[in-house]
């Protein structure tokens, strides 16, 4: 019972893990190279900046329940 406990929380780990790069990947690459592409020639407004805040936290906050899910690995 213990392999198959290990391996279900590895497996949540990964895919909390996942969604936190692909909440870093909306949140912060998106728009920095839409920026770069000349999309937004007036700059970086407010409400993108607190949007690109945003995506990042919960990026963060994904990749901290991930972690703290392998804290659960029974030895």
Same mark, same amino acid.
């Given at each position: ?5 290990? *391996?279900? @929380? ?5 895919? %909390?893990?996942? =969604?936190? @790069?692909?909440?870093?990947?909306? !949140?912060?690459? +998106?728009?920095?190279?839409? =920026? ?6 007036? !700059?970086?407004?407010?409400?993108? +900046? =607190?949007?690109?805040?945003? $995506? ?5 906050? %994904?990749? $901290?329940?991930?972690?703290?899910? %392998? !804290? *659960?690995?029974?030895?």
């Amino acid at each position: 019972m213990t392999l198959i406990h290990n *391996e279900r @929380t590895k497996l949540l780990a990964n895919s %909390l893990d996942r =969604l936190s @790069t692909a909440c870093v990947a909306a !949140g912060f690459i +998106a728009p920095a190279v839409s =920026l770069s592409n000349g999309a937004a020639s007036a !700059g970086i407004s407010l409400s993108i +900046a =607190l949007s690109t805040l945003a $995506w990042i936290s919960g990026g963060l906050l %994904l990749h $901290w329940g991930a972690r703290r899910a %392998l !804290g *659960e690995l029974i030895s």
